[in-house]
Each structure stands twice: as structure tokens, then as C-alpha cells.
């Protein structure tokens, strides 16, 4: 599968097949043989790349990746191929977010509502689904929260920066 990866201001396309233990990874053309291992049931990778060794804490939030390695953090943005080229079509980064108010980051139609009034939500956790371009897009949570109003029915259409949901 195809991915886009931003790390600081560097931008890196990234391919990963998976090989049974080893996955296949290709970074801008340049391919490395990588063994994976999880550490227990924590965030703590082990990777076994061209006889090196290295281990690295790996923490997602809503937006990106916040990856521990000797003492040093770094933070990566990854989406894959296909959410990349949505976004840039739209030229929209993410879903519209002020003062707690969720809008729709594109004009489609309401497929689903995960979520009901006074429901608690935590940050990550889907919210709403909105079908737009034949694509079904996924709308999380951006912080915890209480659902306070929903301003919108399954089927129905809706506007870009239209407000969705209203968190408190």
C-alpha cells in the first residue's frame, strides 16, 4: 500500500508490502527489508533493518504519529495515497473545527451518525460519515468531549464548513 509521510518539513512517499515476517518497505524508490516485532503489549517497537537493530515508541493521536527514538521525538503525518488525494482535491486539510463545532470538510450526504446527544466521545473516535466524490469519509472526534447537538439527519445533504455536530 502506498503511503504519504511527513516528518518535519520532509515530505516522503512510502510503499509497505507485507512479506509474512518481513514487511517490504520503499522509501522514495529505495527499498529495505524490515522485521517488526511489538514489545509486549506496549507502544514499544523493535525493528530489524540491514542487521540493525533499533527501538522506537510509537504514539498516535488525532492527526499524526509521535514516534520516541534514543531520546529524541519526532512527529508524522501519514495518510495513505488515496485520503491524500481527496484532501488535495478539496484543498482541505481536515474536518472544519471552531469552538467545538464539527463541520462537514466537503459537500456530500450524511451516511451515518455514530454518535447520539450527550454521549460521551473520546478523541479519535468516529462521529459522523459523509459520502462524498463516491468515497465514504470518516469524521472523528477531535479531543474528548460530550456530544451536546446534532444539526444533522442520516440521507440528508450537506455543505462544505456546514456544522455537523456540536461538542461541549
Known amino acids: 500500500m502506498k503511503y504519504l509521510a511527513k516528518i518535519s518539513d520532509k515530505e516522503l512517499t512510502v510503499h509497505l508490502q507485507n512479506n509474512g515476517e518481513i514487511l517490504e518497505v520503499s522509501v522514495e524508490g529505495e527499498k529495505f ?26 504514539y498516535k493521536n488525532e492527526t499524526s504519529y509521535v514516534l520516541h527514538h534514543r531520546g529524541r521525538s519526532y512527529k508524522c503525518f501519514v495518510e ?71 444539526k444533522v439527519k442520516p440521507k440528508q445533504a450537506v455543505e462544505m464548513n456546514q456544522v455537523l455536530i456540536i461538542l461541549e
Not at 478523541?123 to 469519509?137: L, P, R, T, V
Request: no cysteine; hydrophobic share 40%; glycine share 6%.
Open 33 to 58: 527489508p524490515v522485521e517488526l516485532k511489538r514489545i509486549g503489549g506496549t507502544n514499544t517497537y523493535s525493528f530489524l533493518m540491514e542487521n540493525r537493530s533499533f527501538e522506537v515508541e510509537i
Open 80 to 150: 495513505d495515497e488515496r485520503s491524500s488525494r481527496l484532501r488535495k482535491a478539496l484543498k482541505q486539510k481536515s474536518p472544519s473545527i471552531k469552538d467545538n463545532e464539527i463541520k462537514s470538510p466537503m459537500p456530500g450526504l450524511v451516511v451515518a451518525i455514530e454518535v447520539a446527544e450527550g454521549q460521551k466521545v473520546t478523541a479519535g473516535q468516529g462521529i459522523i460519515i459523509i459520502e462524498a466524490m463516491k468515497m465514504e469519509n470518516e469524521i472523528k472526534a477531535p479531543f474528548d468531549a460530550v456530544v451536546k447537538t446534532i
